[in-house]
């Protein structure tokens, strides 16, 4: 069965240094996501995008993070100057038109 | 935006006991969607509600949608240690169809 997959699963940085996350959607998906979820809270929608471009972004989304996909198949979440309260799980999301959503395994991001 | 509470945060049980979650809204909801996440693992889609008292099952699980579409139910019958994890409720909103996810509740099952 095709799935998400994401790399790395943990990633450790010092504030202040960039991060970028990497994540393969499912390869006929259309729309991609990110999501966040500090430790023992909920999931949080960052970011979506849709035909080359983000469709809706989230609060927390702000000008220190980035989407790109560079290619046909990659979908990155760049976090530019990281804080430690960037620490966090961060999952990668994908879908189909009208279907629901496929999310990765996560990569463990931990700022000191 | 839209947000949806759930309760109780966490529970505890015996493995063959019965459990049940609640998703509750004081807004009107167009669908609503359950997630399941093992410890250390990432969200798993079970089902999703579109109509107003809709009720499905799926094993010993049964999901309940409301009458008037402001909350949601999801109900496990003679719990396994397999269904160790925590239940989220989950709304599929906006124009990409992002998902806004309730505070979920955390499932623990001992023999």
């Known amino acids: 069965e095709p799935e998400v997959t994401q790399t790395p699963s943990h990633q450790v940085t010092q504030m202040g240094q960039e991060v970028i996350l990497r994540c393969v959607p499912i390869?006929?998906?259309?729309?991609f996501y990110w999501y966040r979820q500090i430790l023992g809270q909920k999931v949080e929608f960052l970011v979506s995008f849709y035909n080359n471009e983000i469709s809706e972004k989230s609060e927390i989304f702000d000008d220190q993070f980035s989407v790109e996909r560079p290619d046909g198949s990659n979908f990155t979440l760049k976090i530019r100057s990281t804080k430690l309260e960037d620490s966090a799980m961060y999952f990668c999301a994908s879908r189909l038109p009208g279907y629901t959503q496929y999310f990765g395994p996560g990569t463990r991001l931990t700022v000191l | 935006g839209q947000q949806v509470m759930q309760i109780p945060q966490y529970q505890h049980v015996q493995e063959g006991e019965d459990f049940t979650t609640y998703c509750n809204s004081s807004t009107t909801l167009s669908n609503i969607q359950w997630y399941k996440q093992r410890p250390g693992g990432h969200p798993v889609f079970l089902i999703q509600l579109v109509k107003s008292g809709e009720v499905k099952k799926q094993k010993r699980l049964t999901f309940q949608f409301g009458e008037a579409k402001k909350n949601s139910s999801l109900h496990i019958t003679a719990t396994q240690t397999t269904d160790v994890g925590t239940y989220f409720c989950?709304?599929?909103?906006?124009?990409?169809?992002?998902?806004?996810f309730g505070t979920g509740t955390r499932l623990q099952v001992t023999l």
């Open positions: 390869s006929n998906h259309l729309y």
């Open positions: 989950a709304l599929n909103t906006g124009t990409a169809s992002k998902l806004t």
